[in-house]
């Protein structure tokens, strides 16, 4: 098969990596559409499109000699991409999208389509349930494998999420939240880790990580995946995959599935709100009142008896 190519990303492939990386990835940036045509070289795939979504990756679509179809993944950050494969690789058969082929070298993975398009299927109304026992799933399949080759998340709290939340709320100025921030800061010391419920977690559970197939059923995607509590995730995704409405049905949900006690679950929650509205507050986000409302209620339920 001769070498084929999209030519240039698109624009807003482009500039979503530009601003989430940096000037830094120009060169990548240029360099991604031949990446892509290699990968597909080695694999005899044939380029379709690129789909534009993803913020630290480039995507296109690809067909196989048999005529299915696949999702090319290039990575910016080669390991991003080792760690997103490792923990695919651990949810294998899972509800998620199962790698066909890797490439090392390119940072460069063939995925399955799920859903029969970029994206998925269609999203069905009510998926509470349904997204909450695929998530209990890849935890099942995550106890397989300790040691895993993903961080920790002890580490990454310790090392990267408390120390940008403390070094925010006194940097920033937080105007009518300051009360709020400061309230959810306290209860930063109190989060612990139950070593029986350590997996590898998904840890960016929003609801555009959550596609869907042709029967409805929930794939999770594009995880930033660490090893830790599964506590995390529940939290995760009870405040994140959805900002206007459902949280303490989500939250009634997870501990319901996972049988995590509620109250173990809030401190993460409010410790993963907090530092959302900090980040929200710093970039002027358009999002940080309806964060700062979800603070508001977590903090509301904690003095509330942790109902």
């Known amino acids: 098969m001769?070498?084929?190519?999209?030519g240039d990303l698109p624009?807003?492939?482009?500039?979503?990596?530009?601003?989430?990386?940096?000037?830094?990835?120009?060169?990548?940036?240029?360099?991604?559409?031949?990446?892509?045509?290699?990968?597909?070289?080695?694999?005899?795939?044939s380029l379709r499109g690129y789909h534009d979504a993803g913020h630290a990756s480039a995507v296109a679509l690809a067909v196989a000699p048999d005529g299915s179809r696949l999702v090319l993944k290039a990575w910016v950050d080669p390991i991003r991409y080792r760690h997103e494969i490792t923990a695919l690789r651990v949810w294998a058969s899972g509800?998620?999208?199962?790698?066909?082929?890797?490439?090392?070298d390119l940072s460069v993975a063939a995925l399955e389509l799920v859903g029969g398009r970029p994206g998925g299927a269609d999203r069905p109304?009510?998926?509470?349930?349904?997204?909450?026992?695929?998530?209990?799933?890849?935890?099942?399949?995550?106890?397989?494998?300790?040691?895993?080759?993903?961080?920790?998340l002890t580490d990454f709290m310790r090392?990267?999420?408390?120390?940008?939340?403390?070094?925010?709320?006194?940097?920033?100025?937080?105007?009518?939240?300051?009360?709020?921030?400061?309230?959810?800061?306290?209860?930063?010391?109190?989060?612990?880790?139950?070593?029986?419920?350590?997996?590898?977690?998904?840890?960016?559970?929003?609801?555009?990580?959550?596609?869907?197939?042709?029967?409805?059923?929930p794939h999770v995607i594009d995880p930033h995946p660490v090893e830790g509590d599964a506590v995390f995730d529940w939290a995760f995704w009870s405040v994140y995959y959805d900002l206007d409405q459902g949280m303490a049905d989500r939250l009634?949900?997870?501990?319901r599935i996972s049988r995590i006690p509620v109250p173990e679950i809030l401190p993460w929650c409010r410790a993963l709100a907090v530092?959302?509205?900090?980040?929200?507050?710093?970039?002027?986000?358009?999002?940080?009142?309806?964060?700062?409302?979800?603070?508001?209620?977590?903090?509301?339920?904690?003095a509330g008896g942790d109902q």
């Open 275 to 302: 530092d959302g509205l900090l980040y929200y507050r710093e970039i002027h986000d358009p999002a940080e009142p309806k964060i700062a409302a979800v603070l508001s209620d977590l903090l509301a339920t904690g």
């Open 2 to 6: 001769a070498t084929q190519t999209l």
């Open 95 to 104: 509800p998620t999208a199962n790698v066909a082929e890797a490439a090392d």
């Open 159 to 217: 090392e990267v999420v408390l120390p940008r939340i403390h070094q925010r709320a006194q940097a920033l100025d937080l105007g009518t939240h300051d009360g709020l921030v400061r309230e959810a800061c306290h209860g930063l010391a109190g989060l612990s880790q139950a070593p029986a419920r350590t997996t590898v977690l998904h840890a960016d559970l929003y609801a555009e990580n959550v596609i869907f197939d042709a029967r409805r059923q």
């Open 252 to 255: 009634a949900t997870a501990a």
């Open 11 to 45: 624009s807003g492939c482009r500039e979503r990596l530009l601003a989430h990386y940096g000037p830094s990835v120009q060169e990548w940036l240029e360099a991604a559409p031949g990446l892509l045509a290699e990968a597909a070289k080695r694999w005899d795939l």
């Open 125 to 152: 109304e009510r998926a509470t349930q349904s997204v909450a026992g695929a998530i209990h799933r890849l935890h099942a399949l995550g106890r397989r494998r300790p040691g895993s080759g993903v961080p920790m």
